[in-house]
């Protein structure tokens, strides 16, 4: 076996095809009731520019000329605290061989100037599961995967009122220039939503921290679909929701950040916004087909605002954490 950094924008097509299908064989396995990516998709993660101020580093696990495993590292920013996430990938038929703690080695080894190690969607009852104790991974937060299959959706559910005394304003990719920095404030209230124990605290939304977002779902052929609510005629941002829909994934769109301003909770804003969106998604974008999002498992009122307009649970997962000192010690590095 052997591990060896990776560059998948400029890995040939036969190598990058490899780890396509690498992925797509072990969504199959590991998931096997839910509707797996297409190639495309795949393709399109692997090769994603990263959104400003992170890096992503690749490594390769091979057998002769066979790809067996496929890892990568996520780092925000350049401070010890900063995002820094890892994903590991064995082919299903290589496992229990060490070729994920040989990846995981690498990433360790990059890591060594940060304080944690973070890996998200880790589904409960799994074989990742089991990794992550023997590994030392802690529960940082208990979290929820939900979807809407939009063929058979009640579409009654969206159907709500207008709240009193707020006005609705969308947009699809950029922000009107009149709404930004109340926009980008607004984007700040996600995080009062419960975080566990999780020792990684989100950056702030800024003006430019938004138009930096814009531009990386333009460069990756995302649609970036926003309502938000206004508290009077021109703003400012009380709340909002955001979509995205990828060209390489038409069928699926992604629920991202719906957020509310802690003076103008209670008055039902996040379902009316949710809808609204849900709305305009099935009118703009007839081939989609589902959506997906993720809840932290006790963030009650989030969990019944999606309930609310039709989402339903389809997977308990976790966000793991490890010190990268303690992860190094247990790998003996």
């Known amino acids: 076996?052997?591990?060896?950094?990776?560059?998948?924008?400029?890995?040939?097509?036969?190598?990058?095809d490899a780890c396509v299908e690498l992925q797509l064989a072990?969504?199959?396995?590991?998931?096997?009731?839910?509707?797996?990516?297409?190639?495309?998709a795949v393709r399109q993660r692997l090769t994603r520019r990263p959104a400003p101020?992170?890096?992503?580093?690749?490594?390769?696990?091979?057998?002769?000329?066979?790809?067996?495993?496929?890892?990568?590292?996520?780092?925000?920013?350049?401070?010890?605290?900063?995002?820094?996430?890892?994903?590991?990938?064995?082919?299903p038929g290589f496992r229990r061989r060490g070729i994920g703690t040989a990846?995981?080695?690498?990433?360790?080894?990059?890591?060594?100037?940060?304080?944690?190690?973070?890996?998200?969607?880790?589904?409960?009852?799994?074989?990742?599961?089991?990794?992550?104790d023997a590994l030392g991974f802690a529960v940082g937060q208990r979290t929820i995967r939900l979807a809407l299959d939009l063929p058979g959706a009640d579409r009654t559910r969206w159907q709500v009122p207008d709240p009193a005394g707020y006005q609705l304003a969308q947009w699809t990719g950029s922000a009107p220039a009149g709404l930004l920095a109340s926009y980008a404030a607004a984007r700040n209230a996600i995080s009062?939503?419960?975080?566990?124990?999780?020792?990684?605290?989100?950056?702030?939304?800024?003006?430019?921290?938004v138009r930096d977002e814009e531009a990386t779902a333009r460069a990756r052929d995302c649609a970036l679909l926003v309502v938000a609510a206004l508290a009077e005629p021109g703003g400012p941002v009380a709340g909002l929701s955001c979509l995205e829909v990828y060209q390489a994934r038409p069928d699926t769109a992604l629920q991202q950040d719906t957020a509310v301003l802690t003076g103008h909770r209670?008055?039902?804003?996040?379902?009316?916004?949710?809808?609204?969106n849900l709305r305009r998604l099935t009118t703009d974008y007839p081939q989609v087909r589902r959506v997906t999002t993720s809840n932290a498992a006790d963030n009650r009122h989030m969990l019944a605002v999606n309930e609310a307009v039709g989402f339903t649970v389809r997977q308990h997962t976790e966000i793991r954490e490890v010190p990268v000192p303690q992860l190094a010690a247990r790998l003996g590095l």
């Open 1 to 16: 076996m052997q591990v060896i950094p990776f560059d998948p924008v400029a890995a040939d097509a036969a190598t990058l």
């Open 26 to 40: 072990a969504a199959r396995h590991d998931h096997p009731a839910e509707p797996p990516p297409g190639p495309a």
């Open 53 to 91: 101020g992170r890096r992503f580093l690749h490594w390769l696990a091979t057998a002769g000329s066979e790809i067996t495993g496929l890892a990568y590292l996520v780092v925000e920013g350049s401070q010890a605290d900063g995002l820094t996430a890892v994903d590991v990938t064995v082919a």
């Open 103 to 132: 990846l995981l080695r690498e990433l360790t080894l990059a890591a060594r100037d940060r304080q944690c190690l973070l890996a998200e969607g880790v589904v409960t009852g799994s074989a990742g599961q089991a990794a992550a």
């Open 192 to 209: 009062e939503a419960p975080h566990g124990d999780l020792s990684f605290a989100e950056a702030r939304w800024t003006p430019d921290r």
């Open 266 to 276: 209670g008055h039902g804003l996040g379902v009316w916004l949710k809808a609204a």
